[in-house]
């Protein structure tokens, strides 16, 4: 997988880059957990996600973000890795300009940045929130947003609590013309250890469904 560059507000972001084979592609960026806690751009549950939006025909790209890997600068728990994500999404429509759908998937705490970089793109029009961390993490800034939106669920989830999540999920579906839909993965933990499968299985199965 080519690993490329991208310079952003604090130096130069590590990633992997995949760009599709399609004429006018969908586009995706994957953002990857909080770095304390190990998070990087190759955590299995990342690299799942990539490979299964790949595979669905996207060009698709995923970072590291400042401070962790090859990335320059240093974590800053959250405003520092929003301009990250920003970044990198202009990199990847740079690349891309004729794309037709531009997503973005996020797991644990890159589900928080990837929300919040929702809010600010209004180019993004699908959003996939791997087990998102609601109540570690302020996710009360919703503003009307029609987009399809897929939350996937660890039944088993050590970190996110079950109620948290579903108000967070209850609010999102009163959003005006919202199309959100939560999946659980049973018996998985937050990390999704050894539910890998079902949990690609469940991305492939929206996503196939819902890209243009």
């Known amino acids: 997988m080519p690993e490329v560059f991208i310079q952003g507000g604090e130096g130069k972001l590590q990633a992997k880059y995949a760009p599709s084979e399609v004429e006018k592609p969908n586009i995706a960026i994957v953002l990857h957990p909080n770095p304390k806690h190990g998070g990087t751009m190759d ?9 299964v939006m790949k595979d669905a025909g996207f060009s698709t ?14 974590f800053t728990e959250g405003e520092g890795e929003l301009n990250d994500a920003s970044v990198s999404l202009d990199w990847l429509q740079k690349k891309n300009e004729d794309f037709r759908s531009c997503w973005i998937v996020g797991f ?19 959003l996939i929130l791997i087990a998102p961390p609601v109540g570690m993490y302020d996710f009360n800034f919703l503003s009307p ?12 989830d050590e970190i996110v609590k079950k109620e ?3 108000n967070f999920y209850e609010t999102f579906k009163k959003q005006k013309n919202a199309d959100v839909s939560m999946e659980t993965i049973s018996k998985s933990n937050h990390l999704f250890e ?5 949990l690609m299985q469940t991305m492939s199965k929206y996503i196939n469904k819902h890209k243009l």
């Open 108 to 126: 644990s705490f890159g589900a928080w940045i990837g929300f919040q970089t929702l809010m600010r793109r209004p180019e993004v029009d699908g």
């Open 164 to 166: 948290n999540l579903k």
């Open 145 to 156: 947003c029609p987009i399809k939106t897929l939350i996937i669920r660890a039944e088993q």
């Open 194 to 198: 050894g539910k890998l499968e079902p």
């Open 61 to 74: 790209l995923r970072i590291n973000f400042r401070g962790v890997g090859k990335s320059d600068g240093a």
């Open 43 to 51: 955590s299995k549950v990342n690299y799942a996600a990539f490979k």
